[in-house]
């Protein structure tokens, strides 16, 4: 019925009315207060985000996502070394960038690359997002830590202590399904029917 945006907004408005008029727990003397702290935590989240379309903007500017695919073309005979080389390139670029910006950059760049290599572009896509979700939780500009840092006020240093046993698990998720595609492959093929 909704968009996930859409879901969100009616999850939210769904919430107050239950808290305020269901079960009066929450007073409308106090919403002023739950506003100031959403518009603080959103604030938090917009600053991130913008600084991430900066470095994006950077980026695309230098047109550094060609030029370093450029030097991945010589690698279309060999698969996995291509697919190892681009998984690279997308989790060097993904310490430096947001995910959507991430994406909307490199796809129409490697797309081409992964066609002339043969590679089945759902393998591609997976490992793709996998790649970039790692990028979230990798600093500098990894969103993901810089939200939980600010909404819970714990130091950046704590946050990133705490995401490293996930991060290397990724890494190697990423790195076992670089290797041996049919883990992707295969389960895709039974999803498509």
């Known amino acids: 019925m909704f968009t996930p945006t859409e879901a969100a907004v009616v999850a939210a408005v769904y919430s107050l009315f239950v808290a305020t008029v269901v079960y009066r727990e929450l007073k409308f003397r106090q919403l002023y207060d739950v506003f100031l702290t959403a518009a603080k935590t959103t604030s ?9 379309l900066v470095s994006a903007w950077l980026i695309t500017v230098a047109d550094l996502p060609s030029k370093v695919v450029s030097l991945l073309a010589p690698f279309v ?6 697919m ?6 997308v989790l060097v670029v993904g310490t430096a960038m947001d995910m959507t910006p991430t994406i909307v950059i490199l796809t129409p760049i490697l797309m081409p690359l ?3 290599a043969g590679i089945d572009p759902i393998y591609f896509g997976v490992l793709f997002i996998i790649n970039n979700s790692i990028g979230l ?5 990894g ?6 840092a600010g909404v819970t006020k714990i130091s950046m240093e704590d946050v990133m202590r705490g995401v490293w046993p996930f991060m290397i698990a ?15 492959t295969i389960p895709a093929k039974w999803f498509a029917g």
């Open 170 to 184: 990724e890494t190697v998720v990423l790195a076992l399904l670089v290797v041996f595609p049919p883990l992707v």
């Open 44 to 52: 938090v989240v917009m600053f991130i985000v913008a600084a991430a």
């Open 77 to 82: 005979g060999n698969k996995l070394v291509l």
């Open 114 to 116: 992964v066609n002339a």
């Open 84 to 89: 190892t080389a681009m998984m690279l390139l």
């Open 143 to 148: 969103v993901v830590l810089n939200v939980v």
């Open 137 to 141: 939780i990798t600093p500098p500009v």
